[in-house]
């Protein structure tokens, strides 16, 4: 894992990048501006997109320690705030429950005015993943296997929830769901997550 030391307000000023180039994308879903304005727009953002290349890294922002102390994975797909890739979902335990809120975008349709399947999958691979690693059993994904039991609507707000249920040597399993406010299921989630073996050591009890 590498650690880097940037300044806060850059990071800062780059997740705002990132929330600017995730409304863009909503805009980009959505407009029914006319072709000409369209065309303006494309060269418009070819010429940004070539101001950032001046300066640019391999890879996304890797783990770093927040100011509070956190770890944080700002480049993360599914968390990392200067990812625009990223919801970005902010997880919180509620006790060994990893629970976040979430409302999908129509920028996330797979069928018609409902979320992509795998939209909803990378969302709960990511919480049960969390789950197993804040119970002190950090994982890759393995197998994740999901139940799709309601359309998941976007615009709505919703919640996602993960625990992690048991563990044995370097395996071990998480459950979690997205779910309605009052509860009702939308998409269920298993999954086994395993230990690399180049991860051990690094962890207490490995
Ligand atoms: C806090 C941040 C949360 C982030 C959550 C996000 C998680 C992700 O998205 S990770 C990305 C997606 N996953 C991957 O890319 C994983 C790719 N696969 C791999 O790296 C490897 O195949 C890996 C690590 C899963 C297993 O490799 P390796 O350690 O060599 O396994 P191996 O030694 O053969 O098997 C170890 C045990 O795991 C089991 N196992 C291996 N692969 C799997 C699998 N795919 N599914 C279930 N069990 C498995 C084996 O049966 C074995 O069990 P047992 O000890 O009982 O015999």
Same mark, same amino acid.
């Given at each position: 894992?590498?650690? %880097? ?5 850059? /990071? &800062?000023?780059?997740? @705002? =990048? $990132?929330?600017? !180039?995730?409304? #863009?994308?909503? +805009?980009?879903?959505?407009? %029914? ?5 369209? /065309? &303006?727009?494309?060269? @418009? =953002? $070819?010429?940004? !997109?070539?101001? #950032?290349?001046? +300066? ?151």
């Amino acid at each position: 894992m590498t650690m %880097e030391l940037t300044p806060e307000s850059r /990071l &800062a000023a780059h997740c @705002e =990048l $990132a929330q600017q !180039t995730r409304d #863009l994308m909503d +805009a980009v879903a959505l407009t %029914e501006v006319k072709e000409d304005e369209l /065309l &303006a727009v494309t060269a @418009e =953002l $070819a010429a940004l !997109t070539e101001r #950032l290349r001046a +300066a640019s890294r391999a890879t996304p922002l890797p783990f770093d320690i927040s100011p509070d102390g956190n770890l944080r994975h700002l480049g993360n797909a599914v968390i990392g705030g200067a990812n625009p890739m990223a919801l970005p979902l902010v997880v919180e335990m509620d006790g060994l429950t990893a629970r976040a809120e979430v409302t999908f975008r129509p920028l996330h349709e797979g069928p018609p005015n409902g979320v992509h399947g795998g939209i909803s999958a990378m969302v709960l691979d990511h919480l049960l993943g969390q789950a197993a690693a804040a119970a002190g059993f950090p994982g890759m994904t393995g197998t994740l296997t999901l139940r799709y039991l309601r359309p998941v609507p976007y615009g709505t707000p919703l919640v996602a929830t993960a625990e992690h249920t048991r563990a044995e040597g370097r395996k071990s399993w998480a459950d979690g769901r997205i779910a309605l406010p009052d509860g009702t299921p939308l998409v269920e989630a298993s999954g086994v997550f395993v230990m690399p073996t180049a991860w051990l050591g690094r962890h207490p009890g490995t």
